[in-house]
């Protein structure tokens, strides 16, 4: 009999739930027609299996390597730097040392050429001068063997006197660069008593004008002339060849 009654009970159990049910999902429905409807969009969940075993693995960090210590190599480089900077120095020096060292030896040798020439010439003019004094000497002892010749061969005065005026002026005749050898003139004087000459012309002559007064600065030069031995021969007007002896 209790059975019984528990069964007859279900049926309205049932059907209260049912309409609950029914109550609910029209609720819902309605609900759900009033919003606008929405695409579902799925999710991507990313996501680790974590085991009751698992180990924990750190994330790999990459290793990167310590900066070398650079001070050591830059403090050589520099070293380097310096030495070869005073190398080009001393190289620098030592060229402009061998250069003056040049340039003395050069200004000596220049110096020794220039003294050896000044004594050159001077030995030269010095030469020329016991030449020309050799030739004067040797000259004029021609003159005077010619006038001891010329006295001893008995010799007139007149002809003694006249070649006594022409070794005077000769040896007060200062050469001409440009006198050539047979010069050659005729040379007037006009002097008074005691030799002293008053007027001198130049005749016939094969020099230039530079000869011819050279010539006469000679004959003004050997005022007074030689008197001569006999005074009766003198004569102020004389004319003479004046021929230099070579």
Not at 98 to 114: G, L, S, T, Y
Not at 167 to 192: D, H, K, M, T, Y
Request: aromatic share 4%; with cysteine; charged share 35%.
């Amino acid at each position: 009999m209790f059975v019984i009654q528990n069964r007859e009970n279900l049926l309205p159990i049932a059907l209260a739930v049912l309409l609950h049910v029914v109550l609910f999902g029209s609720l819902v429905a309605v609900f759900d027609f009033g919003r606008e409807s929405q695409l579902a969009i799925p999710l991507a969940i990313k996501g680790t299996l974590v085991t009751e075993n698992a180990v924990f693995i750190p994330p790999k960090v990459e290793d990167t390597p310590p900066k070398p210590d650079t001070r050591e190599q830059e403090r050589l480089d520099q070293l380097r730097e310096e030495a070869a900077e005073q190398r080009r120095i001393d190289a620098k020096v030592e060229r402009e040392r061998v250069a003056a060292v040049e340039e003395r030896r050069e200004r000596e040798r220049i110096e020794a050429d220039r003294q050896r020439d000044i004594e050159i010439e001077r030995q030269r003019l010095e030469n020329e001068r016991l030449r020309k004094e050799a030739e004067s000497a040797a000259r004029q002892q021609e003159l005077d063997n010619e006038a001891e010749r010329i006295a001893a061969a008995g010799a007139n005065a007149k002809a003694a006197y006249m070649f006594a005026i022409q070794q005077n002026i000769e040896r007060n005749w200062v050469r001409p660069a440009n006198a050539e050898v047979g010069l050659e003139c005729v040379v007037n004087v006009r002097q008074s008593p005691g030799g002293v000459v008053a007027d001198v012309s130049i005749g016939r002559c094969n020099g230039d004008e530079t000869i011819k007064r050279s010539i006469v600065a000679a004959v003004y030069r050997a005022s007074p002339l030689p008197e001569p031995r006999d005074p009766s021969v003198f004569d102020r007007s004389l004319t003479l060849i004046f021929k230099p002896t070579e």
